[in-house]
């Protein structure tokens, strides 16, 4: 198999530079740009993980800090759900300056509180959005424009997770688009039990690679 390890970028986005990591198999299809949840960053295992299962399945990544380590250290800013949305529609017009990336089909992929911000950018990029997954994530916090979203969403949420389960089943019947709800048996909110984060890396590639 090529390698695919990622390599270190940075991203300028409104007068701020934010640190990444960008990934491409060869003949890549797409690129899944990943919106962390609040006090995660490019480096979480988690989402590593699932960025490497991406790949193997000929999908390209992009991890990185949608806050400065100084805009981090404010707990308020991790919520400024705007401000996220802002920054990832902020990667998202820097890959198409590329030219390694300009041609590629872009989704997302949204934890916690990044969910609602991949949802909302999704919203207002329309059909320049190829697909979104959402991990455990904070969907009520994109309520407004949950509608507009074109791209085919899948929502991924643990069985044992019952508060985030219920905003996300409230907001699938809020989805006008190809969508599907995946509930990984007995998983809590970090999906950290036997199989169930590979379970979620799975199920997102799968939704990836036929969408992108």
């Given amino acids: 198999m090529a390698d695919t390890t990622p390599t270190p970028v940075t991203i300028p986005a409104g007068g701020v ?3 990444g990591d ?3 198999p060869a ?3 797409g690129l899944v740009v990943f919106a962390h949840g609040s006090g995660s960053s490019r480096k979480s295992p988690r989402n590593n993980y699932v960025a490497d299962v991406i790949r193997q399945h000929g999908v390209g990544t992009l991890l990185f800090d949608l806050l400065t ?7 308020e800013t991790r919520f400024d759900i705007p401000l996220l949305v802002e920054r990832l529609l902020a990667a998202t017009e820097w890959l ?3 030219d390694e990336t300009r041609d590629l089909k872009i989704g997302y992929f949204g934890s916690s509180t990044g969910a609602a911000a991949a949802l909302l950018a999704a919203a207002e990029l329309g059909d320049e959005t190829g697909a979104v997954v959402s991990r455990g994530g904070r969907v009520d916090l994109a309520d407004e424009r949950l509608s507009e979203v074109t791209a085919p969403t899948l929502f991924v949420v643990g069985g044992a997770d019952e508060p985030v389960l219920s905003l996300n089943r409230e907001a699938y019947e809020k989805l006008d688009c190809e969508k599907s709800l995946e509930v990984v048996p007995s998983a809590g909110h970090l999906f950290e039990g036997a199989g169930q ?11 990836f690679e ?3």
């Fill in 22 to 24: 960008l990934g491409i």
């Fill in 69 to 75: 380590e100084k805009e981090d250290e404010t707990y």
């Fill in 27 to 29: 003949d890549a299809s």
């Fill in 210 to 212: 036929t969408h992108l």
């Fill in 197 to 207: 984060l590979e379970a979620v890396a799975d199920v997102a590639a799968e939704w």
């Fill in 96 to 98: 198409r300056s590329r």
């Fill in 17 to 19: 530079e934010l640190e």
